[in-house]
């Protein structure tokens, strides 16, 4: 086995193998349907009857954000261009079900075309994001985050810049707010049963001492407002000549999660949903479908039997959750998965997000090769070398669903090159 590195990263090859007659299964005729109505051309053709209800006359649109969920629903939104002297891009949300609308799409507007009834609605009133619409326009923004006290002196609109950070629709969002001679802050506006979740790990986490962020507010429209961290997101630092941070700190905050969290509901592990997403991934690339049944048994048989784990977790650690200023942790994010479960996997999700940066040019490839080994090296002696690797392939077939969701230029060769560092992984571990 090849334990002392990663082994083969993105672009290098690994035997492959046949599908197993129970690997991953392909979409369903009905999940077929569904894609082919909301990402073909037909779909505009409902985009424009969407902006027609508004008053709009488009003039042009492009598939802008997928989000499969195979037998449950598809969500497309629609970067759409309406016509005339005062014309602007919108932002059309649709989403179909296989049994047709329920009550989820109450907040949406209903749709019919070709015997399909299709929920839809126009950005940024996401029917399961009600307080979306209010932090993101200046007006009511203003006038919420004054109530708060946190607009010093006049609450004038023209006093806030407001940046959406990430928008995936009908999940979450999250918003920056910089108010001119005041804080920086950010809000997420999430459903009711997240927003609980988080906000009640938020508070565990801040008792313990850990450095997350600081609640300023919550909203009846589910909006949470926090301050923002110190220091800077690991994920704009990967590319240093010398790493930033080194493995120790990563595990000490890891081991300084409180027990506490192990009580909390339990949540699978991006590993442990290996088969769900490589079906998502068949679906998107059909020629893929071989090496992913091939992979997903490797990890299956190499993972069986593994007891679900009682450690403190973060749930989905990588890079983009950890802030960093002189080689120290100051900041961690995204704490909504928190609960109990292994370390192990809490390390593989950093192992995998590493392994899977993509479009670096050989310079950055060279550093963070050097930053994701020295982490490993750390790691391997805080866990099992083989599961670790075994469990970040798991995660990066998690991943490989991403280029096509955001619909990013050439999302077939990205998927590609993710599902080479998962196979890449596989192969370090000696499974493949």
């Known amino acids: 086995m090849i334990l002392g590195g990663l082994g083969p990263g993105p672009g290098a090859s690994a035997p492959s193998a046949r599908a197993p007659r129970d690997g991953p299964a392909r979409s369903s005729r009905e999940d077929a349907r569904l894609a082919a109505e909301l990402t073909g051309p037909g779909a505009v053709e409902l985009v424009a009857a969407v902006l027609a209800v508004r008053g709009h006359e488009m003039a042009g649109a492009r598939l802008d954000h997928v989000d499969h969920e195979p037998g449950r629903a598809l969500t497309v ?7 005339g002297a005062a014309g602007r891009t919108e932002l059309v949300g649709l989403t179909a079900r296989p049994g047709g609308p329920t009550a989820e799409d109450a907040g949406a507007q209903i749709f019919e075309r070709g015997g399909r ?5 126009l950005y940024p009133d996401d029917p399961d994001l009600p307080g979306l619409a209010r932090i993101t326009r200046t007006g009511p923004a203003v006038g919420l985050l004054a109530r708060r006290g946190l607009v010093p002196g006049e609450p004038d609109p023209a006093r806030l810049t407001i940046r959406v950070v990430s ?18 802050l950010y809000v997420k ?19 313990a001492g850990l450095p997350v962020p600081r609640i300023l507010g919550v909203t009846a429209d589910h909006l949470l407002i926090t301050g923002a961290l110190p ?9 240093e000549s010398v790493p930033q941070v080194a493995g120790e700190r990563m595990v000490e905050l890891l081991d300084a999660l409180p027990g506490e969290l192990a009580a909390l509901p339990r949540r699978a592990a991006w590993a442990d949903a290996a088969i769900h ?3 998502i991934v068949a679906n998107q690339l059909p020629g893929e479908g071989n090496r992913l049944d091939a992979m997903v048994e490797a990890i299956c048989a190499g993972t069986a039997g593994a007891a679900p784990g009682s450690e403190p977790t973060h749930g989905d650690f990588h890079e983009g959750q950890i802030h960093l200023a002189d080689g120290r942790i100051v900041g961690l994010l995204d704490v909504d998965a928190c609960g109990p479960g292994r370390r192990v996997d809490d390390l593989a999700c950093l192992v ?3 392994s899977t940066v993509q479009r670096m040019d050989p310079v950055q490839t060279a550093r963070v090769g050097v930053l994701r080994n020295g982490l490993v090296e750390v ?11 075994l469990r970040a392939a798991g995660v990066a077939i998690s991943l490989a669903t991403g280029p096509y969701r955001g619909q990013e230029v050439d999302w077939q060769g990205q998927t590609r090159y993710i599902l080479d560092a998962a196979q890449g992984l596989i192969h370090a571990a000696g499974a493949l």
Do not use: C, K, N
Not at 77 to 83: D, E, H, V
Not at 117 to 121: K, S
Not at 191 to 201: H, I, M, P, W, Y
Not at 379 to 389: A, E, M
């Open 379 to 389: 790691f391997d002696r805080r866990v099992d070398p083989v599961q670790l690797r």
């Open 117 to 121: 009834r299709v929920a839809a609605w």
């Open 167 to 184: 928008y995936r629709p009908r999940r979450r969002a999250v918003v920056r707010v910089d108010v001119l001679g005041g804080p920086s």
């Open 189 to 207: 506006a999430q459903g009711s049963e997240q927003l609980a979740r988080t906000v009640s790990r938020l508070e565990i986490l801040a008792r």
């Open 231 to 239: 220091g800077r997101p690991m994920a704009g630092l990967l590319f």
């Open 352 to 354: 995998a997000h590493l």
């Open 277 to 279: 997403y490589a079906g």
């Open 77 to 83: 939104t629609y970067q759409a261009r309406t016509s």
